[in-house]
């Protein structure tokens, strides 16, 4: 009779045991109440990865696919009347949720990371007052914008494209 009861109370435990362990999984640790966001980025390296990187690439090399433009030749838009504005004007910078001085910044960060050998010699860093005169008047039609850029950059033998 001992024996039979072991084998039961054995039988028992593996039985129970697993949904007691499975009812441990679900519970969450109480969180911190000073814990900090995850979703805050403080570098701009860190800003370019959650506002640009997923179209124009952590290299900014872009894509053929969607026509996303190359970030590695940013610079050369300097080198064109209107090309500096356009640059920040772009619905994707617009509307980025940047602040002004982080729009500069990230811009900044690119031109001198990722388009060095296309960043011209007088070339002057962007600062926040230029980017909020930039949001005050969006561009309305951005491709015909691209397009006259593409034109005048033809014009002058600025390697755009």
Known sequence: MTRGRTLAVSVL????????????????AAPRAKAESVAVTTSVRSQYVVHCAGCH????????????PD????????RVPGGREFVIRVP?????????QQVADVTNWVLTTLAP???????VPYDAAEVQRARADPLVDVAAARAGLLDEARR????LD
């Open 57 to 68: 690439g952590l290299d900014g090399a872009g894509s053929r696919v969607g026509n996303v």
């Open 117 to 123: 050998a296309s960043l011209p010699a007088d070339h």
């Open 156 to 159: 002058l033998a600025v390697p």
């Open 13 to 28: 435990l593996a039985c129970t045991g697993p949904a007691l362990d499975a009812q441990s999984l679900g519970r969450q």
């Open 92 to 100: 994707g910078v617009m509307g980025s949720g940047l602040s002004d």
């Open 71 to 78: 970030m590695r030749k940013l610079g050369h838009f300097l």
